[in-house]
């Protein structure tokens, strides 16, 4: 009886251990990962972040689910900065595509980058990287993607200095939570109107701001940008 007791108290002991090691696993937004990197020449255009026009010279990266969906979210790190350190240096990147099947922490880069901290002809390098404040200014941007309408709308938050995981809109009072689709944009399946919009945005930190944003369309439309009017702190 004693054994089936201290057996049981070791399953206990291991699962309670599996379960914290999954819960802080993302402890920390900025932890520093290690992995490998490649690289490729695409995710300039129709990358999985939906961030269309980015100019060639931009040094980018695709990055791994795990990483991508970050704690839970969906392109939790789409459009996020990554300070990258290699063999030769260091580097800082813009999460535009997902790199399906890459191990946790892995990044395929764009050559530009790649080049800068490692040799091209090693095809692939042991590498560190971390999130870090975008290197922008101004305010966010908006992409409401073509379809959008006062019945259904996706928004896409573009400019932000730290990653977007939250997006809410006030409606009669009443915060509703926006979902964040796969291609990176917010998406309600309610409708929300043709009134301008008070929106909630909280970055990956836990830090909320709040905008007003036009009304949408009455009906469907091509995808256009409209300019916001704030952005988060550092």
Do not use: C
Not at 52 to 59: E, G, Q
Not at 95 to 106: C, Q
Not at 193 to 213: A, E, F, H, Y
């Amino acid at each position: 009886m004693m054994r089936r007791k201290s057996m049981l108290a070791l399953v206990v002991t291991l699962v309670s251990a599996l379960i914290l090691s999954t819960v802080t696993a993302f402890a920390s937004w900025n932890d520093v990962r290690s992995s490998y990197a490649t690289y490729t020449g695409s995710g300039y255009e129709g990358g999985a972040a939906l961030l269309d026009p980015i100019p060639r010279d931009m040094k980018i990266t695709a990055l791994n689910s795990t990483d991508y969906n970050y704690n839970g979210v969906q392109a939790a790190l789409a459009g996020a900065y990554l300070e990258v350190q290699g063999p030769k240096g260091k580097t800082v990147v813009y999460v535009t595509d997902l790199y399906p099947e890459a191990a946790p922490g892995a990044l395929d880069l764009s050559p530009n980058a790649f080049s800068e901290i490692g040799n091209m002809s090693a095809g692939k390098i042991n590498i560190q990287w971390k999130v870090v404040k975008a290197p922008i200014s101004g305010n966010f941007k908006y992409r409401i993607k073509e379809g959008s309408s006062q019945w259904w709308a996706a928004i896409q938050v573009r400019n932000h200095k730290y990653p977007v995981m939250k997006f809410e809109v006030n409606k009669n009072g009443t915060w509703i939570n926006l979902p964040k689709a796969p291609y990176n944009h917010f998406v309600s399946t309610q409708q929300l109107g043709t009134q301008p919009l008070q929106v909630r945005i909280t970055d990956i930190r836990g830090i909320s701001v709040i905008d007003t944003i036009p009304g949408l369309p009455a009906h469907g439309s091509g995808a256009y940008m409209v300019p916001g009017n704030v952005q988060l702190p550092d």
